[in-house]
């Protein structure tokens, strides 16, 4: 676009010379030709010429410059398409791999395994419980029984530090289908205790299920299903 206009105002200024030289041709400045003495006439004619010889080396100027321009616009339309050529004879594999190099990574916390993603999560508790009678329990307090019975350890306080309320949890999620969409979760904590777990000599205590369900989604159906334990 920028090529064509420079050119069509190339054409203009080069018309409006060579009208400008036509019509000092057609011009005569004095009396009337009849009322002009030879003399006159003469210095006339002189001026005229000495006017066109002016315009003409004008135009010569200006056919120079507008010269130069053109070759300088057909050189810059070489190049534009010389680039142009090499940008499409790139292939395109070439072409996706440095866009893919110029696009910075997004940063993702979800792992993918054969088409399923998996997302991790959780947390670690570090707390503390203190009692003024000792009920024998960790962080978790039993409510099943009376402390003020005849029991040595209800007359002595209990402070309790534990991390046994840390938890950790993995969905899973993949697509079969473009209408299909299933999920898997689940949830554990380590508040399950058996007979024998205790702190003092080994912290043997369970993981405790919390939450394990599954869900499958049919976009086209619009229907959503569950299935497991949840809250």
């Known amino acids: 676009m920028y090529v064509t206009k420079s050119r069509r105002a190339i ?7 060579v009208l400008g030289v036509c019509q000092v041709g057609f011009t005569q400045d004095g009396p009337p030709e009849k009322d002009r003495t ?15 010889e002016t315009l003409q080396r004008r135009l010569d100027t200006q056919i120079e410059e507008l010269q130069r321009t053109r070759a300088a616009l057909d050189a810059a339309e070489a190049q534009a398409a010389a680039s142009k050529a090499a940008v499409d004879a790139i292939p395109p594999k070439l072409k ?8 910075p990574p997004t ?3 979800k792992l993918h395994y054969k088409g399923v993603t998996i997302t991790l999560g959780g947390f670690l508790a570090a707390e503390a419980v203190h009692r ?18 005849n029991n040595p350890l209800s007359h002595v ?7 046994r309320q840390s938890s950790f949890s993995a969905l899973l999620q993949a697509d ?5 969409h299933l999920a898997l979760f689940g949830q554990f904590d380590l508040q399950g205790a058996a007979q024998s777990a205790a702190p003092t000599d080994s912290n043997s205590y369970s993981p405790r299920l919390m939450q394990a369900y599954g869900t499958a989604d049919w976009d086209d159906l619009r229907l959503h299903l569950l299935a497991g334990q949840a809250w």
């Open 11 to 17: 054409t203009g200024v080069a018309a409006t010379l």
């Open 38 to 52: 030879p003399a006159e006439t003469e210095e006339q004619v002189k001026a005229l010429r000495e006017r066109l």
């Open 157 to 163: 306080a209990q402070t309790v530090f534990s991390a």
């Open 107 to 109: 940063e993702s916390d």
């Open 132 to 149: 003024s009678l000792d009920t024998g329990n960790d962080i978790a307090t039993s409510y099943n029984g009376s402390y003020y019975r």
């Open 176 to 180: 079969p289908g473009k209408q299909t």
């Open 96 to 103: 996706s791999a440095g866009e893919a190099a110029r696009t």
